[in-house]
């Protein structure tokens, strides 16, 4: 029997989330969707996450799904008519809000304050800033994700920051704030070897950056190329995340 899916909200923050089998130990898992997508869009990764014995929980990011103001075609285009204006903040004000979010599963779920967090794409650049801000987050799996929200390389027109969307990439960028990550968290970046939206490089290059703080402990640092892969999200993907999150608890 499947887990069943619940919904509360944290604030003004909507939440959904799957219980594992009753006697299992309460360790979180945060996985969130990729641009444009919501919370209910990954409610197959929080079945698999409760099977696995977690409690998976997703939230809608800032200005999407239940908090969305304009629709998502009108999203899509807003945001890609200027990449680093109007996807910034997105980034910079989701990681923030996930504090919240953790605070309200330990009150309201129980659940241990060692936190594993993840996600697809905008979703996996959320959970790595994330990490860096709220030490709670022990464990990170992003999957066609980057830790450097320049993403030189993109075919991407990236666009041109405002003070507030510049203000935002100064406050949470991973990759220029590596000191933020010397505690080292279990960090495991999931990349296509061909995609030319989100490089794979800007991975390499943060755990190349990061390697002298994780000399105790480099196999808590990670880069996975799947070759063949362009810009998408796979079922291997899938199965080294979960095994990230059960291995790094």
Known sequence: MSAALNQARAGEIPLLWAEPAAGAPRRLVVWL???????????????????????????DPWGHGERSTEGVEALRQRVRGNIRRHF???????????????????????????????????????????????????????????????RPGSFEPPGEPDDDARTAYERCNPLTHLGAYHHCPALCFLCGDQDQQVPPDGAERFAAALAPAYAACPERLQVHRQPGTAHQFTPMMWELAIDWFARHR
Do not use: C, Y
């Open 33 to 59: 969707p990729g641009f444009s997508g919501n919370k209910e869009g990954v409610q197959a990764q929080l079945l698999d996450l409760a099977a696995a014995g977690l409690v998976g929980l997703s939230f």
């Open 88 to 150: 910034w903040p997105i980034l910079a004000h989701t990681a923030q809000e996930t504090l919240q979010v953790i605070d309200w599963a330990l009150s309201q779920l129980g659940v241990e304050p060692a936190v594993g967090m993840g996600g697809i794409s905008m979703g996996g650049d959320i959970s790595v800033a994330a990490a860096g801000l709220d030490h709670r987050i022990d464990r990170v799996a992003a999957a066609i994700a980057t830790p450097d929200w320049l």
